[in-house]
Structure formats: structure tokens, C-alpha cells
């Protein structure tokens, strides 16, 4: 028997998390009134907290209250994680306190753990800042490991994170060695790949802060002048196990280069949802552009991770309350893009929610956007075409741009209107052509068996009367006339006069779709006329029941 294959555990650490809410939280609230960047903040600390409390009323964070994470300004100040709140005022007292629920803090990390499924089929997490991913034999399709967590990376960053990326045999040995590694001088500056030969040599170089022990029992490990790793892995592990608590066999099995720690799969949540929302109400549509960007962003994110694609897009404008109901509007107006083609790019989505948010009239301010994605298919992608591939042209511009145009006329003037022109099966002409669907429903059952034959194209060819063909613009309405249709007769059509040259007949329809109320019975006559501004050729029908005569359509 072939031994087993070994475990490869990427993970991703993200150092800032709790910062980067807070911060983004700041910057869309103070944006949406005037540009602002992170930069220009005040210093910050952040108190995690279990529901949010909004609103005038709520009571404040209690100054005995501890920071979970501090911004780079406050810390230069000597704020620190772990102080209380009135510690940390004391040396700074123009330190903000944000409170961030930890609900949010877990949906960051799951759209990083959506962006990781990309990359292998389990995924697990743990707040506040690590998201793992199974890699085991998916290095081959990015080339190699080092490939792979470049580009892991590089989707973490996309999303607005700053983050670190390791790869090794087991879930806490990747997220030592994104945590306290060095990467090596000949890769990618955030990314650590160790193979397994080399492990045990590689965390001996970690601080024994590294392990997953309390902070008194790293101290007396500093104490011992037992700093590193390694060092530790040289003491006599009986001895050492009862000094470091109920962890110290996992403990001392990290400073080995052992881990058996098994992956908790994370299941995806089946309805995509990216909202935001900020205290002040904000009027006019420019500071929801700016922050559908974000939303817009993140949702591309979470579906390319999935491999799947938007069906249906839902965006919700959430008014101030106190306003809206004042002005006597609902508190929620909500946009429904019923898309063409299944869509999961962020620029193809945009495309289609901005040409309709941006002609949408607000009815109160708005202190919040949500965005949701109520319908979910698999994303297909789409095959090259051997031709083009060998003649060096790999991009299909025209094919990948009509759904999302059809996708912005179906918002623009809705799905009913937008299709194309087919021919049906009718002796009438205003019924020989209709207008379908320009791409099949989703869930549209297809004909099981083609037409085994064409439709009739006799019928047009007798309508035509003459050489010069079948009429080609069908009038919307048909056009009376009240004059006699004789050779000679003068007619006045669009305020321009003409007169009958020559009167053809064409045919005769006799109680055509009988099964209906209103059957047809027309006579069929082909006009020529002629004016001062040039001829006219016209299909012209008389009713035999009222003996009505309308002019239906021409030939140019």
C-alpha cells in the first residue's frame, strides 16, 4: 500500500483585522459626508463587543472595559492591548473607543475563508485572525506551493487586508510560522512555505511566545532564559510538561515539528449578504456609490471563492428612520436586478446596479446599504476557441461583455423589454415576428426536438406581390385611410400628399384564427405611390367585415 499523502495546511493571518473594521467603519461614516482616508483618523482603540448598540440611548463602553486592538497612531502614544479604558485615557484623552461587534468580526473572516475556498475544498477559521485552508495536492495547479500562497495572498489583499500566508504540515504550525516566521530572502515578502523535511529546523527559530500557552508560563519559560523553540525542544519533555499547563503535550509536540491538529470545516453561508451602515444620514446618491464599491467588491470576492455566480442581485437603501416616517416613505427601498447572464466579476456587476442607482430618486437621507444575493447558480466558465488560441488572441471581448449590456438595458427598462426578434408561425404579419428572450430563463426547460422543418417562408413571398420583396417596416398602429382606393386617388399620409400610381392584390385571409373571439378577415392590396418628395410602396388591408381600409406597413 502507498503511504499516505502528508497534510498541507495554508494559513492566512491577519494581524490587523480588529483595526481595519473599525477603521473602515470610521471612513465610510465620514465619507459619506466628505472624502476622508485612514490615514486621517484620530487615534483609535477598539472594544469588541457581543451585539451592536446603536442609537442615542445605549449606554457606554464602562471604563473598567479592556482594548482588544489599538490603531498605529494611539500606539505611539503607549496605548496598548489589554489596557482598560481609563488606563489608556490617561495617556491619551483624545482616544476614540470604537465598539465592534464580534458578528462582524466573524463575517470579515468569512469572506476570507469564501476568496480561500478558491484554493482547497476545507476551509476553517478562528477569530480574531486566522482563516485555514486544506492545500494538500493543489499545488500543481498554480505551479507550486510558493505559487500558490502568492496568489492566496494576493486575494487576501484584494479584499483590503493586510495579511500574512504560510504553508506547512499542520493548521498551527502554518499559523506559527505566519505569525513569528521570516520569510525566506528568495520569496515573497508576507508569504512562508516549509516543507516538511525543514519544519522542526524552522520553528526552532520561533519565540516560545509562538506556542499556544498562557502568558505565565511563557514568562517563566524567559525566566529559564528559554527563549526560542528549539531551546525549549532540548529540555527534558517530562520535566517541561508540568510546567506548562493542560496544553503542553500539543505545545511541546509545535516545538517538534508535529502537529495533528484536525481542520473544523466551515460551511459557507447560503445567502451572500455585504452591508454597511454609518450614524449620520447621508443625502444624494454620490456617498452610495462610494460605498457600493466596497460591497461590490467583496461579494466578487466571496462568489469567485466559491466558484459561483449571481443570478439575481438585491440592493437595499436603508432611510433614516425618524425622517421617513415624518415624510410618511417606507424605511428600505429596495432595487431588484433580475440579471440576463449569471455574473460574478466586480466591474460587470457594478456596471449594471450604478446605471440604475444613478438615475433612482432618493425619498428620505440614508444611513445604510445592503446588498444580497438571493439567487446563486455555479459560475461556468467559458471555453476558447482553438482558432483564436493559435492565432494568439485569448480574450473574447464580445461574448463577455453581452450579458452584462443585456443585464443593463434589463435594469435600465426592464426584463420584459429587452430580447430579440424571432419569426412565428402567423398569416397575419403584425404576428409573424415576437420578440423573446435574448438568453433562456434560468431553470427554462429546452425543446426536446427541433422543428423538423423550417417555417413557411411562402406566405412572405406572397405578401410581397412583386419583385421588390416583403414589406420592411411594420407600422405600430395601423393608419386609416378614407379615401376610395382607386388609380389616381390622392392620399394624405404624415401630412405629406400622394397619389395612387398602381394598385396590386396581394391576398385574401378568411376567418384566420377561427379558435379566437376575433377572427380575421382581410384583403390584402400592395399600393405605389408617388409624391413630391419621392414614391412610396405600401401594404394596404381592407376588413371584410366593416370594410375599413388601414395601411399596415411599407417598403423602403
Request: glycine content about 8%; some cysteine; aromatic content about 4%.
Amino acid at each position: 500500500m502507498s503511504e499516505a499523502r502528508e497534510s498541507r495546511i495554508a494559513a492566512v493571518v491577519l494581524p490587523d483585522l480588529v483595526t481595519e473594521l473599525a477603521a473602515e467603519s470610521l471612513v465610510v461614516a465620514r465619507a459619506v459626508h466628505a472624502p476622508a482616508s485612514r490615514q486621517e483618523l484620530s487615534p483609535f482603540a477598539v472594544v469588541l463587543v457581543d451585539q451592536a448598540r446603536g442609537g442615542g440611548d445605549a449606554e457606554p463602553v464602562p471604563a473598567t472595559a479592556l482594548l482588544d486592538a489599538v490603531s498605529g497612531s494611539a500606539r505611539r502614544f503607549g496605548v496598548r492591548p489589554g489596557q482598560s479604558i481609563a488606563e489608556a485615557c490617561v495617556l491619551l484623552s483624545q482616544l476614540r473607543i470604537v465598539e465592534l461587534p464580534r458578528a462582524e468580526l466573524d463575517a470579515a473572516l468569512g469572506r476570507v475563508a469564501e476568496a480561500a475556498l478558491a484554493f482547497g475544498a476545507t476551509v476553517s477559521l478562528e477569530a480574531p485572525d486566522t482563516v485555514w485552508v486544506d492545500v494538500t495536492g493543489a499545488a500543481h495547479l498554480f505551479g507550486d506551493e510558493q505559487a500558490l500562497a502568492t496568489e492566496l495572498l494576493s486575494r487576501v489583499r484584494a479584499l483590503g487586508h493586510v495579511a500574512r500566508v504560510a504553508v506547512a504540515g499542520g493548521p498551527r504550525l502554518s499559523q506559527a510560522l505566519a505569525r513569528w516566521g521570516n520569510p525566506s530572502a528568495h520569496s515573497e515578502r508576507g508569504v512562508s512555505v516549509v516543507p516538511a523535511e525543514r519544519t522542526r529546523h524552522t520553528m526552532a527559530a520561533l519565540p516560545v511566545t509562538a506556542l499556544p500557552i498562557a502568558g505565565e508560563h511563557a514568562a517563566w519559560l524567559a525566566r529559564l532564559g528559554v527563549l526560542t523553540l528549539g531551546e525549549l525542544a532540548k529540555l527534558p519533555r517530562a520535566a517541561s510538561a508540568t510546567r506548562l499547563g493542560e496544553h503542553a503535550d500539543r505545545a511541546l509536540d509545535l516545538a517538534d515539528g508535529r502537529d495533528a491538529t484536525p481542520l473544523v470545516a466551515w460551511k459557507p453561508p447560503s445567502l451572500l449578504v455585504e452591508q454597511s451602515e454609518w450614524d449620520e444620514p447621508a443625502s444624494g446618491i454620490q456617498p452610495l456609490l462610494f460605498v457600493l464599491r466596497g460591497l461590490v467588491a467583496r461579494v466578487s470576492a466571496r462568489l469567485a471563492g466559491r466558484g459561483e455566480a449571481a443570478q439575481k442581485l438585491v440592493l437595499v437603501v436603508s432611510h433614516d428612520r425618524a425622517i421617513a416616517r415624518h415624510q410618511g416613505v417606507p424605511e428600505e427601498k429596495a432595487l431588484v436586478f433580475d440579471l440576463a447572464s449569471p455574473l460574478w466579476r466586480a466591474e460587470e456587476m457594478s456596471r449594471v446596479i450604478v446605471s440604475r442607482l444613478e438615475r433612482t430618486r432618493l425619498e428620505a437621507p440614508s444611513v445604510g446599504l445592503r446588498l444580497e444575493v438571493p439567487a446563486i447558480i455555479r459560475a461556468l466558465g467559458r471555453q476558447l476557441e482553438l482558432s483564436r488560441v493559435s492565432g494568439g488572441v485569448t480574450g473574447q471581448k464580445g461574448l463577455e461583455s453581452l450579458p452584462v449590456v443585456l443585464a443593463e438595458l434589463a435594469a435600465d427598462i426592464g426584463r420584459e423589454r429587452v430580447g430579440v426578434l424571432a419569426l412565428a408561425d402567423s398569416h397575419r404579419p403584425e404576428k409573424q415576428a415576437e420578440l423573446v428572450p435574448a438568453l433562456p430563463e434560468p431553470g427554462a426547460l429546452r425543446p426536446k426536438k427541433p422543428r423538423r422543418e423550417p417555417l413557411p417562408v411562402r406566405r412572405l413571398r406572397s405578401l410581397a406581390g412583386s419583385r421588390l420583396g416583403a414589406p420592411t417596416r411594420l407600422l405600430p398602429q395601423p393608419v386609416p385611410l378614407e379615401v376610395a382606393l382607386r388609380v389616381g386617388a390622392t392620399l394624405c399620409i404624415d401630412h405629406r400628399l400622394y397619389t395612387i400610381e398602381r394598385i396590386g392584390f396581394v391576398e385574401r385571409l378568411e376567418a384566420v384564427e377561427w379558435w379566437t373571439s376575433a377572427p380575421v378577415a382581410r384583403d390584402y392590396l400592395r399600393l405605389w405611390l408617388t409624391g413630391t418628395e419621392g414614391g412610396l410602396d405600401a401594404l394596404i388591408y381592407v376588413d371584410r367585415q366593416s370594410g375599413k381600409r388601414f395601411m399596415q406597413a411599407v417598403a423602403d
